[in-house]
Every structure is written in structure tokens, then in C-alpha cells.
């Protein structure tokens, strides 16, 4: 191991962790034996198949379901439950519908006993950032479906979290929706720079969003292979820049890149 990477700091480590669940008294192996050290402020992708546990991972890195074997490490501690140091975005955005849009990104801040004025100049600044002015006022069934998840991302990111968990967070978006949200996660990312586990089944969300993209196998869900985007010349902050449209069209890396992960993934779907 090189020098560097010694002296990175480790966030998360899963440590040989395996779930099953009971399915109408049938035992059902969701994933077996998984193994991953993530680093501090790294951008991680967890890609495959539907029901190949991405998801369930990821519930137990959020302390929302306890491993059936193993333990989960986040800095050095073992995950017991859920905890304000990690925050998660599901698929819908699960917004408060009875607060307006304000009040649900300042709502986390009321238990972390910051004073009024500090809370008014935290939501200010991811109403900004998130580019919901002049919708301070609105309440969810006002929103579309984008402004939804840009609220549900900016009530994340105000608690100040150490790492963001996010479950397909815009699969129920339309295609150009998604692009702009990708990029705009990607945007606040670099600003913010939290830890990232980010779940998608998508090939080109892998790619243009990972630092490392984590390929798992049908259930039960085990590592098949870990992909280094830099190690593919993929990984720069001038990329990172760019448009989703902009990095398929001008980076020679990306074709490749989809097709190695597509056919990665493609031997693990069962028809």
C-alpha cells in the first residue's frame, strides 16, 4: 500500500457483513460476506441489479436495519442505530408536507440546539445553494418533483452531516430532471465535500458521479468487482465541471468504461 494512502483517513468500514430476512417463513439472503474500507469525503457508488441488496446495505450503514453477522465501523465506532452524523435521501423525498419549504430544511437544525439566527442563516444558505429562491414559502404539493428532492437534499446537507447516504434519489425523476440533478449534486459535493454512498442502477450515473464504483452481484449481494475511476482516467475536478452530456461526448474513457461496467452487471441479471 502506498504512502498516500496510509495517510488517508478511513470513514466507514464494513466488515464481513451478511443480512437475511424472513419472507413468509422462507429465509432470504440478501448479502453475504461484504467487505469495504470507504475513505473520508470519498464520492462511492453502490451499482447492480435490482434486488441484488444495494439497498439493504446501505440501510445498515444508516443504522435503519442491524446486520444479521458482522459489524459496520464508522469512524472506528460500530453503527448501533441511526445517528445525525449520517444522513440519508431516499427515492421520494419524504418531505414534512405540513411545513413549507424553510421550515422543512431548518427542521433537523432544531435538535442541534443552534440559535435562531444561525439556523435562519443555514437554511439562507442551502435555499441558495440549492436554488430554491423565491420558494421559501411553498409548501411540497406546491414543488415539482425535482424541487422536492432539491429540498429534501438541502434539509440533508444543512445538519452538516459527515456522510450522505442516498437511495436512488432521483430514479422517479424524468431524464433531463436527472442530468441536472446529478450535476448539481456534484456541484455541492465539491463545495461541501461529504462522504457519499450513493445507490443507482443506472451504468452512466456510476461513472459520471463515482470516485469508486462498487459492482455487487444478483442476491445474495456480494462484491463483484470495485472500479477506481481514476485508475481509468476518468477522475479530474475540471471533469467533475462538466455536464453529464459533456463527459460522454468528449471523454474517450467513458465508452469503454460503460461497456467493462455493463457487461459486468449484465451476467448477473436473471431473466
Not at 465541471?241 to 463527459?247: A, L
Request: proline share 4%; hydrophobic share 40%; aromatic share 6%.
Amino acid at each position: 500500500m502506498s504512502e498516500d494512502k496510509m495517510d488517508k483517513e478511513i470513514k466507514l468500514s464494513i466488515q464481513n457483513v451478511s443480512k437475511t430476512f424472513m419472507r413468509k417463513d422462507k429465509i432470504v439472503q440478501a448479502v453475504l460476506n461484504i467487505d469495504l474500507t470507504i475513505e473520508a469525503n470519498e464520492f462511492i457508488v453502490l451499482f447492480g441489479p435490482s434486488g441484488c441488496g444495494k439497498s439493504t446495505l446501505l440501510h445498515m450503514v444508516a443504522g435503519l436495519i442491524k446486520p444479521t453477522s458482522g459489524k459496520i465501523l464508522m469512524d472506528g465506532k460500530e453503527i448501533s442505530g441511526p445517528g445525525p452524523e449520517r444522513s440519508v435521501v431516499f427515492q421520494q423525498s419524504a418531505l414534512f408536507p405540513w411545513l413549507t419549504v424553510s421550515e422543512n430544511i431548518e427542521f433537523g437544525l432544531q435538535y442541534q440546539k443552534r440559535s435562531s439566527n444561525e439556523r435562519k442563516q443555514i437554511v439562507e444558505k442551502y435555499i441558495e445553494l440549492m436554488g430554491l429562491k423565491g420558494f421559501e414559502k411553498a409548501y411540497p404539493n406546491e414543488l415539482s418533483g425535482g424541487m422536492k428532492q432539491r429540498v429534501a437534499l438541502a434539509r440533508s446537507y444543512a445538519v452538516n452531516p459527515e456522510m450522505l447516504l442516498m437511495d436512488e434519489p432521483f430514479a422517479a425523476l424524468d431524464a433531463q430532471l436527472r442530468m441536472v440533478m446529478q450535476e448539481e449534486l456534484l456541484r455541492t459535493w465539491i463545495n461541501e465535500k461529504h462522504t457519499v454512498i450513493f445507490v443507482t442502477h443506472s451504468v452512466e450515473e456510476s461513472i459520471y458521479l463515482g470516485d469508486r464504483i462498487v459492482v455487487m452481484t444478483r442476491r445474495p449481494g456480494t462484491i463483484k468487482a470495485t472500479i477506481d475511476i481514476a485508475g481509468q482516467g476518468l477522475l479530474s475536478d475540471e471533469r467533475r465541471k462538466k455536464t453529464m452530456n459533456e463527459v460522454m461526448e468528449t471523454d474517450e474513457n467513458f465508452t469503454p468504461l460503460r461497456v467493462k461496467l455493463w457487461n459486468l452487471v449484465r451476467e448477473e441479471i436473471t431473466i
